[in-house]
Structure formats: structure tokens, C-alpha cells
């Protein structure tokens, strides 16, 4: 798989209505309770021969994306991590990732760059931005429909 930077996958955040209105022929419908949910999470991650679609219903129309690369895979390092996100909604994660003999993680919380807990987020990872090569944080925001 070619790494596009750092990034394992790509995301967007749409109207739900705008994406009844796509090409594809998937069924957000039988999401439960998608009335209460203005927009949706598109998440796609593209691998060799395939991509895979994650959807995820939302009420915000910003959220957060974390993606660390090139690190060392030990319980110390992942249980670092795990205490900072533990103060996060945490909507997806790629999980730990080998590519290349290097290690990448991505998550996705519920929480726009403009709250108090961004600030807090950035402050902690770098308190241990030596254990990587790259922290990013970006903000996801809605899909202005074409």
C-alpha cells in the first residue's frame, strides 16, 4: 500500500440528504435513528485492490482527525496514547497499522479545533512527540456540495 503522507485514510462530512442523492447504492436508511442525525462521517480507506467505506451518523459539522506515523510499537508508547484519548469521544480509529516497517494510527474524535479540549489535546501529545515522527491533528469539516 503507498502512504499518501501520512494518512491511511480520507474523510468528509456531508448532509445526509446530499448523500441520498450519490451514485452508490447503500442503504443509510437502515442506520437506526438516522432522523436525529443531519450529517454523516464518510470514511474511506483505500488499500491495493479495494476500497472500504466507513459511515458514521453525526450532529457536527466539525470534528477532529489525529494521525501519528513512524513509531515504536511498545505497550509504554500505546498505553500513552490510550490515556490521552480516554478524555476523547472517540468516533473511529484505524487501529495500530504496519506498512512498510513502520507503524501509523489514525483516530477520529467528536470535537472541533476551536474547543478549550483541542488546546488540551495538542498539549498533551506534545508532552510525547519525541516517540514519533509525525503527529497531525486536522480538523474535518463539512462537504460543501457541488
Not at 498505553?79 to 476523547?88: D, F, G, K, N, T
Not at 469521544?89 to 489514525?106: A, C, M, P, Q, W
Not at 479545533?113 to 508532552?127: R, V
Amino acid at each position: 500500500m503507498k502512504m499518501d503522507k501520512l494518512s491511511l485514510t480520507k474523510a468528509y462530512i456531508q448532509r445526509v440528504s446530499d448523500f441520498k442523492k450519490s451514485n452508490f447504492e447503500i442503504h443509510v436508511i437502515n442506520i437506526k435513528d438516522l432522523s436525529k442525525f443531519p450529517f454523516l462521517l464518510v470514511i474511506q480507506s483505500v488499500v491495493e485492490h479495494y476500497i472500504k467505506l466507513l459511515i458514521y451518523p453525526l450532529n457536527e459539522e466539525k470534528i477532529t482527525k489525529v494521525s501519528l506515523s513512524n513509531f515504536n510499537f511498545s505497550y509504554e508508547n500505546f498505553e500513552e496514547l490510550s490515556i490521552i484519548l480516554r478524555e476523547y469521544n472517540v468516533i473511529h480509529t484505524s487501529g495500530v497499522v504496519l506498512i512498510e516497517k513502520r507503524f501509523f494510527y489514525e483516530c477520529y474524535l467528536l470535537m472541533s479545533k476551536n474547543e478549550e479540549k483541542s488546546k488540551n489535546l495538542k498539549a498533551s501529545f506534545n508532552k510525547i512527540k519525541n516517540k514519533f515522527d509525525e503527529i497531525k491533528i486536522e480538523e474535518i469539516i463539512l462537504s460543501k456540495q457541488k
